[in-house]
């Protein structure tokens, strides 16, 4: 089993910055894929950004060139750096672990919450 937890949400003025973080443990050893998904109210859970054991990154069209999704191994730790927020990006952000590549969504931290006031 792995367990996520996220921290850093917050509440913050459209064109600021938050860093998302996510905390892993547990058999992690076997994680070749994490990411973030967001859900925001009203609305289906959507793809925010992935990153791969490789280091090989993917981003939604909606956050590319705002969002970046970095990974530190050795503290076994994955992060969400956002920039120039804007108000749709208010949601709930998840962050997400799989085993395999194609299996992002295996493990679901419990959310942590984002609020951008225009």
């Known amino acids: 089993q792995v367990q996520l937890v996220e921290s850093g949400g917050g509440l913050v003025q459209a064109g600021g910055s938050l860093r998302l973080s996510c905390a892993a443990s547990g058999r992690i050893d076997n994680i070749n894929i994490m990411g973030w998904y967001r859900q925001a109210p009203g609305k289906q859970r959507e793809l925010v950004a992935t990153?791969?054991?490789?280091?090989?990154?993917n981003y939604a069209d909606s956050v590319k060139g705002r969002f970046t999704i970095s990974r530190d191994n050795a503290n076994n730790a994955l992060y969400l750096q956002m920039n120039s927020l804007k108000p749709e990006d208010t949601a709930i952000y998840y962050c997400t672990a799989g085993r395999l590549i194609w299996r992002l969504g295996e493990y679901w931290g419990q959310g942590t919450q984002v609020t951008v006031s225009s």
């Open positions: 990153i791969t054991s490789s280091a090989s990154t």
